[in-house]
């Protein structure tokens, strides 16, 4: 559903809360670009990109194998992420013994798996599966009040993991041997982050689509990083970054014909340049 632009901003600004699907989708993406914004600048900083990009490349499969066989997708993107987070880090666990090498060689396996299955499950499903360029590339349309509950729920018990251990996982972050000397459980911390970084993962995925996750996992984070290290600050211009995303690209898809994905990575893309470019302004000047 689309409406087109009028000379009345403030009318147009009134028709985004005038449908309760579009302030479901308002609601939904608020609450996904908080969590994407907090869990994606602990993933920049850690330098788990990749993680988490395998972890979309999962969200893939796992919605498609919930819709062909009957249950919620939201379901399957949980499933999938969180089964694929729990085979990374047994990666991960045996890189001291194996190298990186390895580690990296496992992770690009669980996603060569994850898009093979994701595709045989289209092509099983074909002619039950409706719409499903939503699956990889997001709408807004189908967010339900209960699909937004949910979100909350996800949302608020990962970003309490987050706040409970934030100075020891930020301490295992930048100096794994210095957390590991102060006795701080190096291992479950690894393992917890991968596990919320899951969640962050099939939640915004119900939102972006399981291919444009990164736009708001990595967009906002980096950006924020591009301007400052500083923690506290950082966090809270990812969130910025992050909520100025949706909110605008759900306000544009509102009155377009092309997917909110498509506006929300294409403006992520253009908020990371405006630091880059920031930063290097600021470099040029002293």
């Known amino acids: 559903m689309t409406s087109p632009l009028s000379p009345d901003p403030i009318a147009d600004l009134r028709a985004l809360f005038s449908y309760p699907?579009?302030?479901?989708?308002?609601?939904?993406?608020?609450?996904v670009a908080v969590l994407a914004a907090v869990v994606g600048w602990y993933m920049v900083l850690r330098r788990q990109t990749f993680a988490g990009h395998t972890l979309s490349v999962m969200a893939f499969?796992?919605?498609?194998?919930?819709?062909?066989?009957?249950?919620?997708?939201?379901?399957g993107y949980y499933v999938a992420c969180g089964g694929a987070a729990l085979l990374m880090?047994?990666?991960?666990?045996?890189?001291?013994?194996?190298?990186y090498g390895t580690e990296?060689?496992?992770?690009?396996?669980?996603?060569?798996?994850?898009?093979?299955?994701?595709?045989?499950?289209?092509?099983?499903?074909?002619?039950?599966?409706?719409?499903?360029?939503?699956?990889?590339?997001?709408?807004?349309?189908?967010?339900?009040?209960?699909?937004?509950?949910?979100?909350?729920?996800?949302?608020?018990?990962?970003?309490?993991?987050?706040?409970?251990?934030?100075?020891?996982?930020?301490?295992e972050t930048i100096d794994p041997e210095a957390a590991r000397a102060r006795g701080l459980p190096v291992a479950v911390l690894d393992l917890g982050f991968l596990l919320v970084?899951?969640?962050?993962?099939?939640?915004?995925?119900?939102?972006t689509g399981a291919l444009l996750v990164l736009a708001l996992l990595v967009a906002p984070a980096a950006a924020a990083q591009q301007l400052t290290?500083?923690?506290?600050?950082?966090?809270?211009?990812?969130?910025?970054?992050?909520?100025?995303?949706?909110?605008?690209?759900?306000?544009?898809?509102?009155?377009?014909?092309?997917?909110?994905?498509?506006?929300?990575?294409?403006?992520?893309?253009?908020?990371?340049?405006?630091?880059?470019?920031?930063r290097a302004t600021r470099a040029r000047s002293g």
Do not use: C, D, H
């Open 21 to 31: 699907f579009m302030v479901n989708a308002l609601e939904a993406g608020t609450i």
């Open 61 to 75: 499969p796992g919605a498609a194998g919930a819709a062909l066989a009957g249950v919620p997708t939201a379901l």
């Open 89 to 99: 880090r047994r990666a991960r666990g045996s890189q001291v013994r194996r190298g």
């Open 104 to 171: 990296t060689a496992t992770i690009a396996a669980v996603q060569a798996v994850g898009l093979a299955a994701g595709f045989l499950f289209l092509s099983l499903g074909n002619a039950v599966l409706g719409g499903t360029e939503t699956l990889l590339f997001g709408t807004f349309l189908g967010v339900s009040r209960n699909q937004v509950l949910t979100l909350l729920i996800v949302a608020a018990a990962a970003l309490i993991l987050i706040a409970a251990a934030a100075r020891p996982l930020l301490l």
């Open 197 to 207: 970084l899951a969640a962050a993962v099939a939640a915004t995925s119900q939102i």
């Open 229 to 278: 290290m500083r923690p506290g600050v950082g966090l809270v211009l990812s969130v910025t970054f992050a909520l100025a995303i949706v909110w605008l690209g759900l306000g544009i898809a509102y009155f377009s014909i092309y997917p909110v994905g498509f506006y929300v990575t294409s403006i992520a893309f253009a908020v990371y340049l405006l630091a880059r470019l920031a």
